[in-house]
T-cell receptor, first 119, second 111 residues
Framework: GAVVSQHPSWVICKSGTSVKIECRSLDFQATTMFWYRQFPKQSLMLMATSNEGSKATYEQGVEKDKFLINHASLTLSTLTVTSAHPEDSSFYIC???????????????FGPGTRLLVL | QKEVEQDPGPLSVPEGAIVSLNCTYSNSAFQYFMWYRQYSRKGPELLMYTYSSGNKEDGRFTAQVDKSSKYISLFIRDSQPSDSATYLCALRALGDYKLSFGAGTTVTVRA
């Protein structure tokens, strides 16, 4: 299957600082990537859809000024958590949509996730 | 009512047992059905992907889709301790890239 990487895998930061998380598609070009957050023992919550070369589409209730998304190339999307606070501590996962026609394409492949802890 | 319902479990079975997981959904627009496996502190991994009613088999895994009942299942035969993980169903509508996830079922296979 398609490979998606994320960096860093975990990060600890002080309250008020900004943190950037990178999501890369390693062996395919992804015009669409997604950012999720996941709290312990809960399912994935979609935060935003990232489209290459255009503004991200945010889900209801997600602050676009706090969670900045940039999809500058077909293989890289970044999520910046600005002025992070302890309540932003979570597991952030990206995925990339694999273009094509039918399975196994036309679905999302996920990165390994980034664990963020804000002190 | 959630679009996708999945019993979060947890589910504990002895090694070698058949694991049965399922999801129900309400939106008839869903046309693509996936099962992801997620180990603790890892990203979800695609296990099975189907787009029609019926069965699809891959090794020890069988996915079933019944569109008329809006019901999907995943069966794991001869379960192993390495199958211990959270299993998430994910559904997608035609023309939409977004996935709608179930809550995920946590499975533990006891050696």
């Amino acid at each position: 299957g398609a490979v998606v990487s994320q960096h860093p895998s975990w990060v600890i930061c002080k309250s008020g600082t900004s943190v950037k998380i990178e999501c890369r598609s390693l062996d395919f070009q992804a015009t669409t990537m997604f950012w999720y957050r996941q709290f312990p023992k809960q399912s994935l919550m979609l935060m935003a859809t990232s489209n290459e070369g255009s503004k991200a589409t945010y889900e209801q209730g997600v602050e676009k000024d706090k969670f900045l998304i940039n999809h500058a190339s077909l293989t890289l999307s970044t999520l910046t958590v600005t002025s992070a606070h302890p309540e932003d501590s979570s597991f952030y996962i990206c995925s990339a949509h694999v273009p094509g026609q039918g399975p196994p394409q036309e679905t999302q492949y996920f990165g390994p996730g980034t664990r963020l802890l804000v002190l | 009512q959630k679009e996708v319902e999945q019993d979060p479990g947890p589910l504990s079975v002895p090694e070698g047992a058949i694991v049965s997981l399922n999801c129900t959904y309400s939106n008839s627009a869903f046309q693509y059905f996936m099962w992801y496996r997620q180990y603790s502190r890892k990203g979800p991994e695609l296990l099975m992907y189907t787009y029609s009613s019926g069965n699809k088999e891959d090794g020890r895994f069988t996915a079933q889709v019944d569109k008329s009942s809006k019901y999907i299942s995943l069966f794991i035969r001869d379960s192993q301790p390495s199958d211990s993980a959270t299993y998430l169903c994910a559904l997608r509508a035609l023309g939409d890239y977004k996935l709608s996830f179930g809550a995920g079922t946590t499975v533990t296979v006891r050696a």
